[in-house]
Nanobody, 121 residues
């Protein structure tokens, strides 16, 4: 069984910063892409940022230049550094990882439980 545990959310004033972490544990052979998604109240879940095992990154237009995704493959951990936060960044943030647990298993996506980020207007 694979578990993803997020941390680092909270309440921050506009213009402030937060750093989210997500650690994967369990039976893991390797992890391909890792990413951060968010879901605001009443809206669909959206991709915020993604990083490949080799370090290539993708960012949603709304966070480019403000958020930075990184990962530590040795620790099976992905990070999201969020700067210049505003009220539109308020959401539950979920991490996602594409995990291969054995050589014979197919890659499967796993989700964390989510962490709340609140930026008052």
């Amino acid at each position: 069984q694979v578990q993803l545990v997020e941390s680092g959310g909270g309440l921050v004033q506009p213009g402030g910063s937060l750093r989210l972490s997500c650690a994967a544990s369990g039976i893991i052979l390797w992890i391909n892409d890792m990413g951060w998604y968010r879901q605001a109240l009443g809206k669909q879940r959206e991709l915020v940022a993604e990083i490949t095992r080799g370090g290539s990154t993708y960012y949603a237009d709304s966070v480019k230049g403000r958020f930075t995704i990184s990962r530590d493959n040795a620790k099976n951990t992905v990070y999201l550094q969020m700067n210049s936060l505003n009220s539109e960044d308020t959401a539950v943030y979920y991490c996602n990882a594409d995990v291969r647990v054995t050589v014979y298993a197919s890659v499967r996506g796993y989700w964390g439980q989510g962490t709340q980020v609140t930026v008052p207007s």
